[in-house]
Nanobody
Framework: QVQLVESGGGLVQAGGSLRLSCVASGTTFSINAIAWYRWYRQAPGKQRELVASISRGGGTNYADSVKSRFTISRDNAKNTVYLQMNALKREDTAVYYC?????????WGQGTQVTVSS
């Protein structure tokens, strides 16, 4: 099994930046089996949305709504994935969750709140 802990959320003004972190813990065997890390977000009353994903080799995918503003990165040595969020908009306000698929099971962090003010 894998445990995920997100951090870095907070309150920021529109146009500002935040960097989210997700640290994975578990056996080396389990962590090394994670091919993709993903960031999701969910705003009240809305479905959970896939924001970005990154493979162990560094390949990335982004939702259209965050392309050119968000950057996902991964530090394999630290078992950590980051989401650098720039030019934040009010529409980015949500709880952000780290997610991995590990041996055909989904694992989620507890979420970190990002609130973007006017």
């Amino acid at each position: 099994q894998v445990q995920l802990v997100e951090s870095g959320g907070g309150l920021v003004q529109a146009g500002g930046s935040l960097r989210l972190s997700c640290v994975a813990s578990g056996t080396t065997f389990s962590i090394n089996a994670i091919a993709w890390y993903r960031w999701y977000r969910q705003a009240p009353g809305k479905q959970r949305e896939l924001v970005a994903s990154i493979s162990r080799g560094g390949g990335t995918n982004y939702a259209d709504s965050v392309k050119s503003r968000f950057t996902i990165s991964r530090d394999n040595a630290k078992n950590t994935v980051y989401l650098q969020m720039n030019a934040l908009k009010r529409e980015d306000t949500a709880v952000y969750y780290c997610n991995v698929d590990n041996f055909n099971r989904d694992y989620w962090g507890q979420g970190t709140q990002v609130t973007v003010s006017s």
